[in-house]
T-cell receptor, first 110, second 113 residues
Framework: EDQVTQSPEALRLQEGESSSLNCSYT??????LFWYRQDPGKGPEFLFT???AGEEKEKERLKATLTKKESFLHITAPKPEDSATYLC???????????FGQGTTLQVKP | DGGITQSPKYLFRKEGQNVTLSCEQN?????MYWYRQDPGQGLRLIYY???????QKGDIAEGYSVSREKKESFPLTVTSAQKNPTAFYLC????????????FGPGTRLLVL
């Protein structure tokens, strides 16, 4: 069964304290690994798409990387405004369906 | 500005009542999706549609119905058969090629009176 697991469930950081979020997956035919940011009471906001092992993408303080079985979202010198829930999802068929992990809730304290 | 709109932002349902959630997009996307989000469970797919006049059940379709009469619109009806409808409902759309990014609307929170 295709599955996506994110860890940790929750992460508290001090402002400037870099860390990484993990997304591991079991997939029969990966068709894109997606990262989203979700603020409370809002819809997910697209961050990155990765398609092949070794691929990396960056946006401001965030960098996403991909291996054959997992993806990492690295957060460098985070600020309080980076506090949110980060969701990862993978596509596993030509229907465009996405399977989501449960998310990691990040809190960055000033 | 192109995007996805959902209405209403909050919706209250009485016992035995059917309610309809609206989703409209002006991105000219072919594919549209409905997800349900519960605390600690991530997003679960209810229904999806890849073209007009066609739609498929997702993982948790029981108690829900949809229609896709226009490319830009994909309304979701929560029927009285859905016994636990309280959740955050998210609509998304994509170009429909199969590997593309899905973009989400702002969501509708459904509560039971």
């Amino acid at each position: 069964e295709d599955q996506v697991t994110q860890s940790p469930e929750a992460l508290r950081l001090q402002e400037g304290e870099s860390s990484s979020l993990n997304c591991s997956y079991t997939v029969s035919g990966l068709r894109g690994l997606f990262w989203y940011r979700q603020d409370p009471g809002k819809g997910p906001e697209f961050l990155f798409t990765l398609y092949s092992a070794g691929e990396e993408k960056e946006k401001e303080r965030l960098k996403a990387t991909l291996t054959k079985k997992e993806s990492f979202l690295h957060i460098t010198a985070p600020k309080p405004e980076d506090s949110a829930t980060y969701l990862c999802a993978h596509g596993s068929s030509n229907t465009g369906k996405l399977i989501f992990g449960q998310g990691t809730t990040l809190q960055v304290k000033p | 500005d192109g995007g996805i709109t959902q209405s209403p932002k909050y919706l209250f349902r009485k016992e035995g009542q059917n309610v309809t959630l609206s989703c409209e997009q002006n991105l000219n996307h072919d594919a549209m999706y409905w997800y349900r989000q519960d605390p600690g469970q991530g997003l679960r797919l209810i229904y999806y549609s890849q073209i007009v006049n066609d739609f498929q059940k997702g993982d948790i379709a029981e108690g829900y119905s949809v229609s896709r009469e226009k490319k830009e619109s994909f309304p979701l009806t929560v029927t009285s058969a859905q016994k636990n409808p309280t959740a955050f409902y998210l609509c998304a759309s994509s170009t429909g090629s199969g590997e593309e990014t899905q973009y989400f609307g702002p969501g509708t929170r459904l509560l039971v009176l």
